[in-house]
């Protein structure tokens, strides 16, 4: 029998080119029509670029990232998925990669199941605008 994901659609989406060297504050999961997309990421980007992104939704979504532009998107496309959910923001990995992501602080795939601060990654382009 498969075993599937506690936060299915979501799974996890483990850091590029391994573990970080601390413990991440958000958990990262990906949406599961984008899972494959996700895996090629380090192919499409580079590995650098990928930790980067991960690096940083890992440890503060909400913030503007250093090293890449991020935004809020507006309108109904940055709406959030549900209460706690924030507003999707838009980070740009390339020119011709971008990542649409929402954060929840206090997430939990059931009323009396464990909290946890979450990443969830929503889409995936790697085409230009």
Known sequence: MATTSAYDPLAP???PGGRPDG???YRVLVHK???NHYDQ???MVGLQQAQQFWDHVSAS???P???ASTRPLKGKAGKPNGPGWSRTVHYEVTG???IDYQFNDNY???ADGDRHPVVAILTINFSSH
């Open 108 to 110: 939990s795939t059931s």
């Open 23 to 25: 413990k991440p504050k």
């Open 13 to 15: 989406a483990r850091r």
């Open 61 to 63: 979504p909400g913030a």
């Open 41 to 43: 990421l380090v192919a």
């Open 33 to 35: 029509r984008f899972r």
């Open 96 to 98: 011709s990669a971008r």
């Open 65 to 67: 990232c250093p090293v």
